[in-house]
C-alpha cells in the first residue's frame, strides 16, 4: 500500500491553472500520439492529481517537464499508464453486489445453453475469480466463458497468474460470505510464502486480454457486461460513448452491471435499460 | 474551467471527522430553506456507515443526497460516499478509488483541493471537529486562491485537533461555533468577506 505520508498536496499552490490547463492537454495529446494511450477525456480532477504524483516522484516541477521526459523514456510512460489507470480492486468488492447477482441474475442464466460474460477493466482480476467461484457454486461455470479486458498490460499478467496477497484472505473470507458464499473460501486457493495461489480450474473458461475501452471497438456478444469503478474516471462525454459500446455489445435482455456509486441517470441510456437492483446497479437492456 | 464570478460565493465545502455527525446537523440545520449554494460534505467515516444522508436530511428542508459519480452541482447538501474520493469537475462532481491521502478515504484535502481549483475564490470552506489534520492543507488552498474559510471554534468542538491543525495552517480563519456557521453561511450570499482578523493563540 502506498500509504506514505503525503505532507504537501499535490498541486503547487502557485501554479497557473489555465497554463496547467494547456499543459496536461499537450501532455495527453503527446501520449496519445506516441504511444497510442488515449486520456484525452478522462475526469480532470483526479487525473490532474496522478499526473502531479508522478511529476513529484520524478522529482520534476511541472507538467511540462513530464511531457519532455514521457515522450522520450517509454520506461516512464509504462509508469505514467500504473499511475492514470487506478488498479484498486478487491475479491468480492461489495459483497451487496454478488449476492444480488445470485438472486436476480443467476436465475435467467440457467436458461442459457451458454453465457458470455465481459469483465472490462478488471484490473488484477480479484472480480473474475470472484465471479468464477459463484458461477461454479451455481453449477454454471461449465456454460460460462468470461471475457476479462483492461487497457494495462501490467495488471493482466498479475490476473492470469491469479496470486493474491494472503493478508488479504481474513478479508476475502469475510467478503465471500456476505456474497453468499456457500463453501469454505479456502478450497479455491493453496497458501503459499508469497501468496494465495487461486486455482488454475477458476480460470479454464476465462481468456483475459488487453482491451481499451476507448479506442478499441466490439469483439463480440455478451450475455453480461460488468464494468465496475472504470467509467468513474471518465468524463461525460466518454462515459456516453463507452456506454454505447456496451450496449452494442449486450444481446437481447442483457445484463450490465455498473459500480456501487455510478449510474445510468447521468448517461443517454438510461431509458435503454430496466432496473435489477437499484443498489447495486445492476442493469436489463430493453430496447 | 469555470471562471471566477463577481456574484459572489458559489461553492461550500465542508470537512468532518470525528464528532462530525452532531456538528453536521447542527450545521444543516442552520442554513436557510433557501440556501442556493451547494454544500459538499465530506466526513470520515467507516466503509458501511450508510444512514448519514437520511440523519442529516432530518435536520433540513434542502435536498440530502449522497454522490453518484458524475451527479451535477446544483443547490442542495451533497454527501460524499464512503471509500471514495469526491472531486469537483465543471458542473459535476467526480468520484475516485486512488489512494487514501494521509489514511484517508474520503480525504477533505482532495476534496477541498479540487474546489480551490475549480471554484478559486468562490470557494468557501469549513473545517469542523475532528481528531487529525486532514483539510489543514485543503484550507490553506482554498485560503490562497482567495476563498473564505471558516473553522468551527476548537474551544467548542467535539475533537480539538483537526480544527486546531486548520487554524494553523489558516490564522486568519473566521472562528465560529456550530451555531452561527448556518447563518454566517447564509449571510455571505452575493457578496465578498474579507478574512477575519487572527485571533490571540
Ligand atoms: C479501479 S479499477 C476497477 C477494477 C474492478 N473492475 C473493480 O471494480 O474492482 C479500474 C481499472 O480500469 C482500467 N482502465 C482504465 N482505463 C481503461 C480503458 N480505457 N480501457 C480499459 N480499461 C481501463 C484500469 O487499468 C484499472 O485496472
Known amino acids: ?287 | 474551467m469555470s471562471g471566477e464570478s463577481e456574484a459572489g460565493y458559489r461553492m461550500v465545502v465542508v470537512g468532518a471527522s470525528a464528532g462530525g455527525l452532531y456538528a453536521l446537523r447542527t450545521l444543516i440545520a442552520g442554513l436557510p430553506a433557501d440556501f442556493d449554494m451547494p454544500v459538499v460534505v465530506v466526513q470520515h467515516r467507516a466503509k458501511e456507515s450508510e444512514l448519514l444522508c437520511e440523519l442529516l436530511q432530518e435536520c433540513t428542508p434542502l435536498p440530502v443526497t449522497e454522490v453518484m459519480d458524475k451527479q451535477e452541482i446544483g443547490p442542495g447538501v451533497f454527501i460524499g460516499p464512503p471509500d471514495y474520493h469526491l472531486l469537483v469537475d465543471d458542473g459535476s462532481f467526480a468520484l475516485s478509488t486512488d489512494d487514501p491521502v494521509r489514511y484517508s478515504r474520503p480525504s477533505i484535502d482532495v476534496m477541498f483541493q479540487s474546489a480551490a481549483e475549480t471554484y478559486g475564490m468562490d470557494t468557501v470552506g469549513v473545517v469542523l471537529t475532528g481528531a487529525n489534520q486532514d483539510g489543514s492543507a485543503g484550507l490553506r488552498q482554498i485560503a490562497d486562491a482567495g476563498g473564505h474559510c471558516v473553522v468551527q471554534d476548537p474551544e467548542t468542538a467535539e475533537v480539538r485537533v483537526m480544527p486546531r491543525s486548520a487554524l494553523k495552517a489558516v490564522p486568519d480563519a473566521c472562528v465560529l461555533t456550530l451555531e452561527e456557521i448556518g447563518p454566517h453561511l447564509a449571510g455571505i450570499r452575493g457578496r465578498r468577506v474579507p478574512p477575519c482578523p487572527p485571533r490571540d493563540a
Open chain 1, 1 to 287: 500500500m502506498s500509504n506514505q505520508r503525503v505532507e504537501l498536496p499535490d498541486t503547487p499552490a502557485a501554479y497557473n491553472r489555465d497554463v496547467e490547463r494547456i499543459e496536461v492537454e499537450l501532455l495527453l495529446e503527446g501520449v496519445y500520439r506516441h504511444y497510442g494511450f488515449d486520456f484525452r477525456s478522462y475526469a480532470y480532477s483526479s487525473l490532474k492529481r496522478r499526473i502531479w504524483k508522478r511529476i513529484t516522484q520524478e522529482g520534476l516541477a511541472s507538467v511540462s517537464q513530464l511531457q519532455d521526459r514521457v515522450l522520450h523514456d517509454s520506461s516512464l510512460m509504462e509508469k505514467l499508464l500504473l499511475d492514470l489507470s487506478i488498479n484498486v480492486t478487491a475479491m468480492y468488492r461489495d459483497p451487496g453486489f454478488y449476492a444480488a447477482f445470485r438472486e436476480k441474475v443467476v436465475p435467467t442464466l440457467r436458461t442459457y445453453p451458454f453465457i458470455r460474460i465481459w469483465h472490462a477493466g478488471c484490473s488484477t482480476g480479484e472480480e473474475v475469480y470472484s465471479m468464477a467461484i459463484l458461477l461454479e457454486e451455481e453449477g454454471l461455470y461449465d456454460r460460462a466463458r468470461i471475457y476479462a479486458t483492461d487497457i494495462n498490460e501490467v495488471v493482466l499478467q498479475r490476473a492470469r497468474a491469479g496470486i493474491f496477497p494472503l493478508e488479504k484472505m481474513q478479508e476475502y473470507t469475510q467478503n465471500y460470505l456476505r456474497a453468499g458464499g456457500t463453501r469454505s473460501f479456502s478450497e479455491y486457493y493453496t497458501a503459499m510464502y508469497d501468496g494465495a495461489l487461486f486455482n488454475t480450474t477458476l480460470t479454464r473458461n476465462v481468456v483475459f486480454s488487453q482491451h481499451n475501452l476507448v479506442t478499441d471497438g466490439s469483439f463480440s456478444e455478451f450475455n453480461v457486461i460488468v464494468c465496475r469503478n472504470v467509467m468513474i474516471y471518465f468524463d461525460r462525454k466518454l462515459q456516453n460513448r463507452v456506454h454505447r459500446l456496451f450496449y452494442d455489445s449486450l444481446s437481447r435482455r442483457g445484463v450490465l452491471a455498473l459500480g456501487n456509486k455510478e449510474t445510468l441517470r447521468f448517461t443517454d441510456f438510461e431509458d435503454k435499460y430496466e432496473v435489477v437492483d437499484t443498489r447495486e446497479k445492476i442493469y436489463r437492456r430493453t430496447a
